[in-house]
């Protein structure tokens, strides 16, 4: 079956640690997204992806990285700079315009 | 700057009533809206879209309504299942060509639906 595979499901990590998460899609799709959830914020958009070795920032980049060597993968690092790293974290890919999304079951990141 | 907003955090209803959830936005540009249901601990799935050339999508129990000139879209779902208790949030997206296409959520709407 085909979708999008977040890894793990929950993730614990030290202050002042990067941490990276998993995304990967057997969809075929082109572009690819991660979204951060918080009580009461919605989903925010850090970065995408339209094509391979190609990302933009979204509306909170700020201490987070990726990279999109392959169409399949789209690792977020969340780096020790991310002030507020724990919430909610989300995948999605898509097929383009007017298609929507299709999302990943998610990663919830606690910092200890 | 809130582009898409859902203002209602929360939403009561009976079984078999009416559940309407409604969404605004700000930006004349979005031209695609959809509708997205989210249980916790997982992530949110389609639930049903509209281009900005119809006012009205239909699938079953769940209907979007469109107002361009009001910028409103709601969501109808007819008749209300105690299984519809989720987070639904509304996006929208502006695609102007090329290869930059990306939704904006609202913050949600908790909907419960009493047995």
């Known amino acids: 079956d085909g979708g999008i595979t977040q890894s793990p499901k929950y993730l614990f990590r030290k202050e002042g640690q990067n941490v990276t998460l998993s995304c990967e899609q057997n969809l075929n799709h082109d572009a690819m997204y991660w979204y951060r959830q918080d009580p009461g914020q919605g989903l925010r958009l850090i970065y995408y992806?339209?094509?391979?070795?190609?990302?933009q920032k979204g509306d909170i980049a700020e201490g987070y990285s990726v990279s999109r060597e392959k169409k399949e993968s789209f690792p977020l690092t969340v780096t020790s700079a991310q002030k507020n790293p724990t919430a909610f974290y989300l995948c999605?890919?898509?097929?383009?315009?007017?298609?929507?999304?299709?999302f990943g079951s998610g990663t919830r990141l606690t910092v200890v | 700057d809130q582009q898409v907003k859902q203002n209602s955090p929360s939403l009561s209803v009976q079984e078999g009533r009416i559940s309407i959830l409604n969404c605004d936005y700000t930006n004349s540009m979005f031209d695609y809206f959809l509708w997205y249901k989210k249980y916790p601990a997982e992530g949110p799935t389609f639930l049903i879209s509209i281009s900005s050339i119809k006012d009205k999508n239909e699938d079953g129990r769940f209907t979007v309504f469109l107002n361009k000139s009001a910028k409103h879209l709601s969501l109808h779902i007819v008749p209300s299942q105690p299984g519809d208790s989720a987070v639904y949030f509304c996006a929208a997206s502006a695609y102007s060509g090329g290869s930059n296409y990306k939704l904006t959520f609202g913050k949600g709407t908790l909907l419960t639906v009493n047995p």
């Open positions: 999605a890919s898509s097929e383009g315009p007017f298609y929507g999304y299709t």
């Open positions: 992806s339209q094509i391979v070795n190609d990302f």
